[in-house]
């Protein structure tokens, strides 16, 4: 008996030497959280995923989408398509590439569904306000009205057979911000869903979108910004989300905030194209939860424009999202049935049925 265990060890010994190579193997691809933080679209990104050793690489790949699109779509960047389309308004059509066109698009589509409370040729209102440069100012009424002229979304000719896109008035400008964001999101998810990962959440500044459930297998729970938190990070709500988008818009986001320590007023980024002026339909904040980030990121617009009776009924028309919108009183206004997904954590909002 001892010589047949004698005989028997070293057998043993190569089997498990033979398997080794593979147990480490899978030791070393065991799937794991790997993340990335980089600004780009004008804000700040983190992508979480959780996948093997690969995983670096593969969010390498998404931040390579992302910065594709920026190169495309900012109008800050001066040989973006969205730059030289504004160079050549009132001159001539200007060619751009397929995810340009894309956006612009499905921009134009929400204009008309909105009856232009979605208008992405706002950018001469943008300009002149300047709230997101380093000196914005309030300007004259007079001031407004002059550059309303070039506000009109039915102005962009698109050519589907050239792929251009044209401006009608020279002078007119667009700006893609409050969409672009949320295509990226949707171009991120496309890229980490190719390379096969499972978990995932996008955190695109106020655009969260979440790729399957949490590793344990539970939804994600994603908090929703109380807009008078006074700069720190404070939820009002909670609410859970399985493949999908969370959007929020808000007046709390940016605005000339030396004007807003002297009189009160603020001033915010989100124009109502039909005044030239910062949307103010009794809003501090919106959320939308769609499947597609680029429908949040527009639908979160409209909604605060338009205001909550018009925006959350335009929600439940189009019927591919739920939202919420939030009043200066504090108080939660739902599209039907979203209220029983949110988990309201803040005593001092309600929920109006």
């Not at 679209?41 to 931040?63: F, M």
């Not at 009424?141 to 792929?163: A, C, M, S, W």
């Not at 400008?173 to 890229?191: Q, S, T």
């Not at 910062?278 to 205001?307: K, R």
């Amino acid at each position: 008996m001892k010589r047949y265990i004698a005989k028997a060890c070293p057998m043993a010994l190569a089997i498990c030497l033979l398997f080794l190579p593979i147990l480490q193997g899978c030791a070393i691809n065991e799937v794991r959280e790997h993340s990335k933080n980089l600004f780009a679209l004008n804000t700040w990104i983190n992508i979480r995923i959780y996948a093997g050793r690969e995983g670096p690489k593969i969010i390498d790949s998404a931040v390579r989408r992302i910065e594709e699109i920026e190169r495309r779509m900012s109008v800050t960047i001066k040989d973006s398509d969205v730059s030289r389309i504004n160079d050549n308004a009132g001159i001539q059509p200007v060619k751009v590439h397929e995810d340009t066109f894309k956006v612009i698009e499905k921009a134009l589509e929400y204009a008309k569904l909105s009856k232009g409370a979605f208008d992405i040729t706002v950018y001469p209102i943008v300009q002149l306000w300047g709230i997101t440069t380093e000196h914005p100012r309030v300007p004259t009424d007079e001031e407004i009205r002059e550059k309303l002229k070039f506000v009109d979304y039915q102005k962009v000719i698109l050519n589907e057979d050239e792929g251009t896109v044209y401006l009608q008035e020279k002078g007119m400008g667009i700006d893609l911000g409050a969409i672009a964001k949320g295509y990226a999101a949707d171009e991120v998810v496309r890229v980490l869903r190719e390379e096969g990962v499972q978990h995932a959440l996008i955190n695109m500044g106020g655009n969260v979108i979440v790729v399957g459930n949490k590793p344990n297998g539970q939804p994600w729970r994603i908090g929703i910004q109380d807009p008078r938190s006074d700069g720190v990070q404070q939820h009002i709500a909670v609410v859970e989300a399985v493949n999908e988008s969370v959007v929020s818009s808000g007046d709390y986001e940016r605005y000339i905030k030396d004007v807003y320590q002297k009189t009160g007023v603020r001033y915010h980024h989100i124009f109502d194209p039909a005044t030239g002026y910062p949307a103010n339909q009794g809003l501090m904040a919106t959320t939308v939860v769609a499947e597609n980030s680029a429908d949040a990121d527009a639908l979160s617009t409209i909604v605060f424009v338009m205001g909550a009776e018009k925006g959350l009924g335009l929600v439940e028309q189009i019927g591919n999202a739920e939202a919420l919108a939030v009043t200066v009183d504090k108080k939660i206004y739902t599209t039907k049935g979203f209220d029983r997904r949110l988990t309201v954590t803040n005593e001092e909002y309600e929920i109006v049925p």
